[in-house]
Nanobody, 120 residues
Framework: QVQLVESGGGLVQAGDSLRLSCTAS????????IMWFRQVPGKGRDFVAG????????DYAGSVKGRFTIARDQADNTVNHNITNLKQEDAGTYYC?????????????WGQGTLVTVKA
């Protein structure tokens, strides 16, 4: 079984940049699609970005294109999620998730989440 652990959240200033990381342990990720979701209080989890562990172009939600970048670091078994020019609407709990199916809306595996708070 794969386990996912997020890190890198915290309190940041609007306009700053931030890196979130999702580190995997357990079985190989070779056949997984790794995703990032964002959740704000009272709402569901929204897909923001995803990438196949084996390679290929990442996918992004339209609202984050240009400011969100995800990339694999296979040496560290990590998917990094870089956010530039943070806006208040980027705040929320970010979850890393994994599933063998690309674009799955109900991933099998979830991390515990990492909270991002954006100060105006």
């Amino acid at each position: 079984q794969v386990q996912l652990v997020e890190s890198g959240g915290g309190l940041v200033q609007a306009g700053d940049s931030l890196r979130l990381s999702c580190t995997a342990s357990g079985r190989t990720l070779d056949y997984y699609y790794i995703m990032w979701f964002r959740q704000v209080p009272g709402k569901g989890r929204d897909f923001v970005a995803g990438i196949k562990w084996k390679g290929g172009s990442p996918d992004y939600a339209g609202s984050v294109k240009g400011r969100f970048t995800i990339a694999r670091d296979q040496a560290d078994n990590t998917v990094n999620h870089n956010i530039t020019n943070l806006k208040q609407e980027d705040a929320g709990t970010y979850y890393c998730a994994g599933d063998p199916h690309v674009g799955s809306s109900v991933p099998r595996i979830w991390g515990q989440g990492t909270l991002v708070t954006v100060k105006a």
